[in-house]
């Protein structure tokens, strides 16, 4: 049984996930989940190029996992949403939004009417390929769908108490190396600007009652976070722990490696 998203965040919980972009394998998701304490991971299709099939794939083995999943999606149209959705995700979030109306039209293809425009089929995974009546899917996907706004542009931070308003959303996410890109302190992750961000962050979320997330650059990075009520940690990605994994090994084999 899957615990979602919604029903974490409804619990003030602290939610760990995992980050999958370059290899989105089912036994990738199973080493995750079999290492225990996570609770569901997204996956990147905005640097990823991660395809409607790949998340099909990816989300059945979430769910036989008891785990969560969402879809980190540029907004290129209204058809990335649909097939996020529509391949069994249980949400999006939005990259590089630029504007509080541009966080708007993102939320309006998440929703079906009257709080969006969604265009809307039932032969996808989040209607149960037909078998739930359409006026039941419109309502539970209206209600169940997670939706998160990404917060790493300039234009986005200066609308973020417009963007933490909108109804619809449930998650902004603070992406560390874009929002230290755009004030002009690039990987400088500790830099006082990149905390004043997540700090204005923190206050719009508190102000309308959401939550906020973030991939942590470090364990102190992620504690700070915590401090400040981050209630999502992203903690580790494939090929991160790829890297460190072949580190590790080098290094319990050294005198071999010589």
Not at 48 to 59: C, D, M, R
Not at 73 to 85: I, K
Not at 203 to 218: D, E, N, Q, R
Request: glycine share 10%; proline share 3%.
């Amino acid at each position: 049984m899957v615990t979602t998203f919604k029903e974490l965040l409804a619990g003030d919980d602290l939610i760990r996930v995992f980050a999958l972009a370059r290899v989105p394998h089912p036994v990738v998701i199973d080493v995750y989940a079999l290492g225990g304490g996570y609770h569901g991971f997204w996956l990147d299709q905005e640097h990823g190029g991660i395809t409607a099939q790949e998340t099909i794939v990816a989300s059945t083995a979430a769910r036989a996992n008891g785990l969560d999943s969402f879809v980190r999606v540029a907004p290129a149209g209204y058809w990335v949403v649909s097939h996020a959705l529509e391949s069994g995700a249980g949400g999006v979030m939005g990259a590089q939004l630029r504007s509080s109306l541009h966080a708007e039209e993102f939320v309006s293809w998440c929703k079906f009417a009257p709080r969006g425009c969604r265009g809307f089929n039932t032969s996808g995974r989040d209607a149960l390929y037909t078998h739930k009546p359409p006026a039941q899917f419109a309502e539970d996907s209206n209600r169940d769908s997670f939706v998160a706004v990404q917060i790493e542009t300039l234009g986005a931070l200066n609308d973020v108490d417009e963007i933490a308003a909108i109804d619809g959303v449930d998650l902004l996410f603070v992406g560390p190396a874009d929002m230290s890109q755009s004030l002009g302190v690039v990987g400088q992750y500790e830099h006082t600007k990149v905390w004043d961000a997540i700090d204005a962050v923190a206050a719009a979320c508190k102000k309308h009652g959401k939550h906020w997330g973030t991939l942590p650059a470090s364990a102190e990075f992620a504690d700070k976070s915590v401090d400040r009520g981050c209630r999502m940690l992203t903690l580790g990605n494939d090929v991160l722990c790829m890297r460190r994994g072949v580190a590790a090994i080098q290094e319990t084999f050294a005198k071999h490696f010589a």
